[in-house]
């Protein structure tokens, strides 16, 4: 994929470990999002960035801290995780926050020990 | 308060035949609507976008939906089932109140028998 791609694909870390998610976009787009996706439970938005300005969090934990250093990179950081955390992390862009269509990464798949 | 139900959890279906994936929404607002393709361990893939144009929307890979807002509807149809149509298929409802929102139905995953 060259829209909107995320690294790594695959990680597996343990409680106490610290690791970052990656995203990037190369579509020139304005808004980044974060999604989790969970087995059988529905896509959950996590974080929304527009203009690099973190405009929507969804009552998720601290324990997950994203970052958007420009327009192109968005990041979410990982400390002290819980097994439940599990899950397929997701990011999107669009091209305006106010824009409707978004457009998604491959996605990591996260394993928490 | 908006909300998309996707009717089926699991749809299964020869190659060769009709499918049919059903979506119903809910919004007080003009809604646009989208389906999403999720093949095992990727990312979703978006199929195609209502935005109050025509009623009958055509989607890459030979599927298409119809609005129907008389039924609150907008079902996913292809004429003929490819085994590479396996997958997890997401019904999303976008509500424009301050700013977009999207809502995702709980997906309905698509086997395709040989």
């Known amino acids: 994929e060259t829209g909107v791609t995320q690294t790594p694909r695959h990680l597996v870390m343990g409680m106490t470990n610290k690791k970052s998610l990656k995203c990037e976009q190369h579509?020139?787009?304005?808004?980044m999002y974060w999604y989790k996706q969970s087995a059988k439970k529905p896509l959950e938005l996590m974080f929304v960035y527009s203009l690099e300005e973190r405009v929507e969090n969804n009552s998720v934990p601290s324990r997950f801290s994203p970052e958007c250093p420009n327009s192109s990179h968005l990041f979410l950081h990982l400390h002290t995780l819980q097994p439940e955390d599990s899950a397929l992390y997701l990011c999107?862009?669009?091209?305006?926050?106010?824009?409707?269509?978004?457009?998604f990464g491959p996605g990591t798949r996260l394993t928490v020990l | 308060a908006q909300s998309v139900t996707q009717l089926d959890s699991h749809v299964s279906v020869s190659e060769g035949t009709p499918v049919l994936l059903r979506c119903n929404y809910s919004?007080?607002?003009?809604?646009?609507l989208f389906w999403y393709v999720q093949h095992p361990n990727k990312g979703l893939q978006l199929l195609l976008k209502?935005?109050?144009?025509?009623?009958l929307v055509k989607g890459i890979n030979g599927f298409e939906a119809e609005f129907k807002k008389s039924e609150t509807s907008f079902h996913l149809t292809k004429p003929s089932a490819h085994m590479s149509d396996a997958a997890e298929y997401f019904c999303v409802v976008s509500v424009f109140s301050g700013t977009y929102k999207y809502i995702f139905g709980t997906g309905t995953r698509l086997k395709v028998l040989a």
């Open positions: 209502y935005t109050s144009a025509a009623t």
């Open positions: 999107a862009s669009s091209q305006e926050r106010r824009t409707d269509t978004q457009y």
């Open positions: 919004s007080s607002y003009s809604p646009s």
């Open positions: 579509l020139g787009h304005n808004a």
